[in-house]
């Protein structure tokens, strides 16, 4: 397994909340990756909203600031949906009301990697070294890994039901392809985005005392439906989850 | 053994496929459809690794086998695994005399009605990047030209996938597996909005999107982003009508 996630597992614990679990996965960037700080990016509709977790220096100054002036790696990441790599800040000509503060704050390189499920985007995981240069195959692979789960882990979505703290693979930390499909049916009942289909699957969820999973079948067999009618009485797990 | 000009048409078909910016799913999944053809077996399913030692499914004939195929990556068990991980062919005439081999997925597999299984690696020399998984209903699903196809099917579908990743601009086959799982996840979504627009079963929504890529001569991943968008809407997609659906 990729040493990112090896170090995002060992340092998170059960009673973390999806910040500190957020947290974590930056500790665990900024451990395993030549950079000196990583931070998540929140952005909605084109808007950055600022770091919602990070580990290392200056990390929410510089989220305030691609607030602030409304530029940066992280609004180009989210607005063209591929990572951004800037290996020299300095000498570089991109960003300019972005690029003069990061630079007096130390920062040399810069990269983000967009948050996204499927079509849905939901901000981004940005890092920053002291030190230009850029990042190797092995590490751009490790971001890329780690950028997966923080798109999951902003979105709770990692509870799908399995046993959390025992992964084996990676894939223990992404959603099942049934809850992409709810996530579609649930923006057409509830007539709103994929991203805040998302939302809604797992506060129901959890209203309800049920694992994504779950509630995804019970969705997708036209068992349950997110929009009126009362609550659904949920009884003894489903059995055969290949039907 | 498959017809020789079936087989030739495949393989055209599948270097055809692979111009610039082609779609990995597109194409593993094209890989899986034309192995059952050829094969004559029940499902097939494509794994591939991202070379950080996690394999990913990107392609099954069908949901059945994508489960089934999930199954192996989780628990590290089962002939497509072991096929990836020793980069050798792995045979399992008959999965009932396997049960000890792979404890936790051949009962799965016979429960879900499959005789045999085999997994083939999908390896250029010694770099293994996957493994092509073909399942049959019946013991021995594979006889031994056909075992010869499925390597020479593999075979071509690996030197397409690593020949395409260095033409691309450093592109790491981690990224391009990236991208093509999130265009899996965008077809997930997309199937999800159909299904509920149209009250239909989900297999039937991917039918409809499908088809109507194909008679548009679209990319599937497209198609689905505009249905998550509202572009297109299933009422388009069902006034098509299915494939050998009667009017």
């Not at chain 1, 597992?9 to 000196?36: G, K």
């Not at chain 2, 094969?39 to 004939?61: K, M, N, R």
């Not at chain 2, 009962?107 to 879900?112: N, Q, S």
């Not at chain 2, 691309?168 to 981690?174: Q, V």
Request: with cysteine; charged share 25%; hydrophobic share 40%.
């Amino acid at each position: 397994m990729a040493g990112m996630v090896r170090r995002f597992l060992d340092l998170r614990s059960p009673d973390d909340d999806p910040v500190a679990e957020l947290t974590r996965l930056c500790e665990a960037c900024v451990a395993e990756l030549p950079v000196t700080t990583a931070s998540v990016s929140r952005i909605r509709d084109d808007e950055h909203h600022g770091s919602v977790a990070s580990a290392g220096p200056h990390a929410d100054a510089l989220g305030t600031l691609q607030q602030e002036v409304a530029d940066g790696p992280a609004l180009e990441a989210h607005g063209t949906r591929a990572s951004v790599s800037e290996p020299d800040l300095p000498h570089s000509d991109r960003w300019p009301r972005y690029r003069s503060d990061a630079v007096a704050a130390g920062v040399a390189a810069c990269f983000s990697f967009p948050l996204q499920i499927g079509v849905a985007r939901f901000g981004t995981l940005d890092l920053v070294a002291t030190d230009p240069g850029p990042l190797s195959a092995e590490d751009r692979t490790e971001a890329l890994l780690a950028a997966d789960v923080a798109s999951s882990l902003l979105l709770g979505l990692t509870a799908g039901g399995r046993p959390i703290g025992l992964p084996t693979s990676i894939d223990l930390l992404t959603p099942r392809p049934i809850v992409h499909q709810a996530a579609g049916m649930a923006s057409v009942q509830l007539d709103t985005s994929i991203e805040d289909a998302y939302v809604a699957l797992q506060t129901r969820a959890r209203n309800d005392h049920v694992t994504l999973d779950r509630l995804a079948q019970e969705l997708v067999a036209h068992e349950v439906s997110l929009v009126g009618g009362p609550g659904k009485e949920w009884g003894r797990p489903m059995g055969n989850p290949g039907r | 053994m498959a017809d020789q000009s079936k087989i030739t048409r495949t393989f055209v078909e599948l270097a055809d496929t692979l111009v610039e910016d082609y779609d990995l799913i597109e194409f593993t999944q094209l890989l899986a459809v034309r192995s059952v053809e050829l094969l004559g077996i029940a499902d097939a399913g494509v794994i591939l690794s991202g070379g950080q030692g996690e394999l990913q499914v990107l392609a099954s004939s069908s949901e059945l086998m994508r489960f089934m195929e999930l199954i192996e990556v989780q628990v590290d068990d089962g002939p497509c695994y072991e096929a990836w991980r020793d980069g050798e062919v792995v045979s399992s005439p008959s999965l009932e005399d396997d049960r000890d081999r792979w404890p936790k997925f051949a009962p799965l597999a016979i429960d879900a009605g499959f005789g045999s299984a085999y997994g083939i690696p999908m390896r250029v020399r010694d770099q293994c990047i996957g493994a092509l998984n073909l399942f049959a209903e019946g013991p021995h699903g594979l006889e031994q030209g056909d075992e010869d196809l499925a390597r020479a099917l593999a075979e071509i579908a690996t030197i397409g996938i690593l020949n395409a990743r260095y033409a691309r601009d450093k592109a790491t086959l981690a990224e391009q597996l990236q991208t093509a799982l999130n265009s899996r996840v965008t077809i997930e979504q997309a199937k999800g909005i159909v299904a509920a627009q149209a009250d239909l079963e989900v297999a039937d929504a991917f039918a409809l999107l499908r088809q109507h890529a194909r008679r548009n001569n679209r990319r599937l991943t497209d198609v689905a982003g505009e249905v998550i968008e509202r572009r297109i809407r299933a009422t388009e997609l069902m006034g098509e009508g299915l494939d050998g659906a009667h009017p």
